[in-house]
């Protein structure tokens, strides 16, 4: 063999040396993860509780007949407002009407027994002082007997008159009754608010309740001035919450808007589930006032509050995606107690790194230790974050730097 061919086959031998070593490189290469990586920084966290609920007035007042009768004069609408002492609606007054004429005549005929009763007495007394005179100048004239008999007749008289009356005030508590159950047909607004529901329409009869049977309710009247949010909190999250804590409060009927609110009252009983069932939680009221209620508020309208129960300023802080569990040690042991952690970026691999978790935030934990601030950690996408293994290679994708936020 020729030296040229020796040289010749030298060269190829070592583009295929280094072509294979160039494969094997790119192989190892493409073995790394692509994940994306944020910054351990400093941010003002606010930790809060989401809860679902319905808005209603503080201050509600529902209204039914005391007495029954046909609506002859209906002079409000839903949603009107009305001021206290306003006439809403009147009922057919025509037989409580006859009942007070019926019981003023009563009066009137107790009041004239009375009278005769009284004329009577006042005939027994002047009787017995006769006989007493008679007897004083002579007492052979009146007898004892006659003496006693018209003694007698005196206190029966005078019995007479008392239980007369007694009469009169019974027949004029009467006519009170009835005149009180006359004034009860015009319906009057008990406090100044909104109607927020109508029941009764002009023509209609207004039923009276009973023990058993519930009356017709007429309408109901909502100071709105006032407006809470009723919320149903799970109970792991009940001992976080206290009263005056911070809120905001968003209306599925006004979208786009949220109102800051405070906790006013903390159940401490449970809802119980309607019906009496069982239900795998369990929940307790939780209720907020909302401090500047817009005028297009309504009763019953859905509402979503996030409560705020904890806040970090300058808090160290990673996203809560990066977070993740692994076992106790590198070789992720399945006997040991799973630890929460992340993975931090050190020279192209992803190192994991246990940490002590504080307050969550709406997209980021807190961290009280195992990273400083500088730091780079693993923080997606999900899936490749929980395949990741102590020391996998991997490659960080570039992206635009975004706005911290809580």
């Known amino acids: 063999m020729s030296g040229t061919r020796k040289i010749v086959i030298g060269i ?4 295929l040396v280094l072509g294979a070593a160039a494969i094997s490189v790119a192989q190892s290469q493409d073995r790394s993860v692509d994940v994306r990586a944020s910054a351990v920084i400093e941010r003002d966290l606010v930790a809060t509780i989401t809860a679902t609920g319905n808005v209603r007035a503080r201050r509600e007042v529902n209204i039914s007949s005391d007495v029954m009768g046909r609506v002859i004069e209906l002079n409000i609408e839903e949603g009107d407002e009305v001021d206290r002492g306003d006439v809403l609606l009147r009922l057919d007054p025509s037989q409580t009407q006859a009942a007070v004429s019926r019981a003023r005549a009563a009066l009137a005929q107790a009041e004239a027994q009375v009278a005769q009763q009284r004329a009577n007495m006042v005939q027994a007394r002047r009787e017995l002082d ?18 006693e008999e018209a003694d007698t007749r005196l206190q029966v008289q005078r019995s007479l008159l008392q239980s007369a009356e007694f009469g009169v005030e019974q027949s004029r508590a009467g006519l009170s009754e009835v005149e009180e159950q006359l004034s009860r047909t015009t319906i009057l607004a008990p406090i100044s608010g909104r109607v927020t529901r109508l029941n009764i329409e002009e023509g209609e009869m207004a039923v009276v309740g009973t023990m ?10 909502s100071d709105l001035s006032v407006v809470e949010a009723v919320l149903a909190v799970d109970e792991i999250d009940i001992p976080q919450i206290a009263l005056g804590d911070s809120a905001t409060v968003e209306l599925d009927a006004l979208p786009g808007r949220v109102f800051a609110s405070r906790v ?5 009983s ?16 939780v209720i907020l006032t909302i401090l500047e209620p817009p005028i297009e508020l309504r009763p019953d309208l859905s509402a979503t509050a996030d409560i705020i129960v904890d806040r970090r300023p300058n808090a160290l802080s990673v996203p809560i995606i990066a977070v993740t569990l692994r076992g106790g040690d590198e070789d992720d042991d399945e006997d040991e107690e799973p630890v929460e952690g992340v993975f931090v970026v ?16 709406q997209e980021h934990f807190e961290i009280l230790s195992g990273l400083e601030a500088g730091d780079s950690v693993v923080s997606g996408p999900y899936q490749r974050i929980q395949l990741l293994r102590d020391g996998d290679a991997i490659r960080v994708e570039p992206r635009a730097s975004r706005t911290p936020s809580n």
């Open 212 to 221: 058993n049977n519930p009356g017709s309710l007429l309408l109901t009247i």
């Open 346 to 361: 050190r020279d192209g691999k992803a190192v994991w790194q246990p940490v002590e978790l504080g307050i969550t935030g």
């Open 270 to 285: 449970s809802i119980q589930p309607q019906g009496g069932g069982s239900q795998g939680s369990v929940d307790y009221e």
């Open 264 to 268: 006013a009252k903390i159940g401490n």
């Open 130 to 147: 006769r006989l007493e005179g008679l007897r004083a100048r002579d007492s052979e004239l009146v007898s004892n007997q006659a003496l």
């Open 12 to 15: 190829v031998v070592l583009v």
